[in-house]
């Protein structure tokens, strides 16, 4: 897994390539709490379009910085999720906590319009 990170107003974008899963869901958890620490954002848009795979452990991931942001009056949001990775999140019901996005200029968009 490898991860890169844009910073913009109140938002981090990480993008995550590889496989997210219960061995890398640690550092991956690691990473964004460092990153959001760092930065002071309230947001996060994390961009799986080279995400290849996600599991529970994945998932837990991503649900545990809705977590951790959401108190705050801050969002995740997801985008450019593969096929497979969407299918997955959608059976999860993830959609229905975390917006799901098209593209990456869809959710800062979207970030934005909530005035984060």
Sequence with gaps: ?????????????????GELDCYTAPTLREVLDR???????????????DASFIDSSGLGAILGRYRRLAP?????????????????????GIPRIIPLYPSEEQ????QKAVGT
């Design 1 to 17: 897994m490898e991860i890169s990170f844009e910073r913009r107003p109140g938002v981090v974008v990480a993008r995550i390539a």
């Design 35 to 49: 990153e959001l620490d760092a930065s002071g954002a309230a947001s996060l848009v994390l961009n799986l379009r």
């Design 72 to 92: 705050g009056g801050g969002r995740v949001a997801v985008c450019e999720a593969q096929p497979s990775v969407r299918r997955v999140l959608e059976l999860a």
């Design 107 to 110: 959710a800062l968009e979207a």
